[in-house]
């Protein structure tokens, strides 16, 4: 199987990248700078570096030729200062490009990655693929889009394409989830309003082996699942969990959300003129008021995925993981 993967730079195209080419696979990696530190991480897993740019069509089609599965895992995140046309020229028109690269140099399906954000705050959990969309913010608007131009593409070309929506994706070397698991670990976190809101966690190696399936599977094409853990919980059963197996006491401390909402929207305001990056953002504020909780059952019993990892077996690998490294 040969493969290529965007995004290999950061953390699940990364964590996706070297699993594939532990597997025995011909894995390709499209690099804006091969020499970056990051990307040379990867060469000693066996993955090659092609430069290439997702802006840029030509190059992308060069990374492609005689792939097998093009994985799409590319996308801006959030960023301070960027202008919307960003958002819409990576996580949207940059998916067609995507796509009918596959189809110029042969590859037989594209597996994209979007988000189970698309949904927002999830009303009555737990929500399935067909839940309506409820984007929260610039991001998750793109996303959408990427997801109906990935469908169009599809369509125009005949390339299948398999669109995953992860749920809140963590493990060892992630840092979007740090600030919880670290801030427990230190006993430094409080939580905003009740923490009676569901939260629902998917361990990388278990979005791994989803991916991996979406690529392959004969009945993953041109279908899109939620690939999320076993387990949901609350914000509070999670922070009581990672107290445990951190082996500090659950924090008890508790503060109203709004005011908090309100000094991260002044924050923002402040910030967004000079480009720089807010020590408070709304969306982070956010992480304690919207609920999400999926149902699975599409992906366990169309494609076989089976998430193996216990919450407390990959809270206890993370936080393993940060202490050996030094980040707690």
Not at 36 to 57: F, M, N, Q, T, Y
Not at 59 to 87: C, F, K, M, T
Not at 230 to 250: H, K
């Amino acid at each position: 199987m040969r493969v290529l993967v965007t995004g290999a730079t950061g953390f699940t195209g990364g964590h996706l990248a070297r699993a594939l080419a532990a597997r025995g696979y011909e894995v390709r990696a499209l690099a804006r700078d091969p020499a970056s530190p990051a990307a040379a991480e990867l060469k000693p897993a066996g993955v090659a570096l092609i430069r290439g740019d997702l802006r840029d069509a030509a190059s992308i089609e060069a990374a492609a030729r005689g792939v097998d599965v093009i994985y799409h895992v590319a996308a801006v995140y959030r960023q301070a200062g960027l202008p919307s046309s960003a958002y819409h020229d990576i996580n949207a028109a940059a998916v067609g490009r995507v796509v009918d690269a596959a189809a110029k140099s042969g590859a037989r399906r594209v597996v994209h990655c979007s988000t189970v954000g698309v949904h927002g705050d999830i009303e009555h959990p737990p929500a399935n693929e067909d839940a309506p969309f409820r984007p929260g913010d610039i991001y998750q608007a793109t996303k959408i889009e990427g997801e109906h131009v990935a469908r169009a593409a599809a369509a125009r070309t005949g390339v299948e394409v398999t669109i995953v929506r992860p749920t809140g994706i963590y493990g060892p070397g992630d840092r979007r989830l740090l600030k919880l698991f670290g801030g427990v670990a230190r006993r430094r976190w409080v939580t905003l309003s009740s923490g009676e809101i569901y939260y629902h966690l998917t361990y990388i190696d278990d979005l791994v082996e989803g991916f991996r399936l979406c690529g392959e599977h004969p009945s993953a094409a041109n279908r899109t699942y939620i690939l999320a853990g076993g387990e949901v919980t609350t914000l509070n059963g999670l922070v009581a969990l990672t107290a445990e197996v951190a082996g500090v006491p659950t924090p008890s401390l508790h503060l109203p959300v709004w005011p908090v909402w309100i000094a991260g929207a002044v924050c923002e305001t402040l910030c967004a003129p000079f480009r720089i990056e807010p020590p408070l953002y709304r969306r982070r504020v956010d992480f304690f008021t919207k609920s999400r909780a999926f149902d699975i059952t599409r992906a366990r019993t169309e494609i076989g995925y089976a998430p193996a990892v216990t919450l407390r077996d990959g809270i206890r690998r993370t936080l393993d993981w940060y202490r050996t490294h030094g980040w707690i």
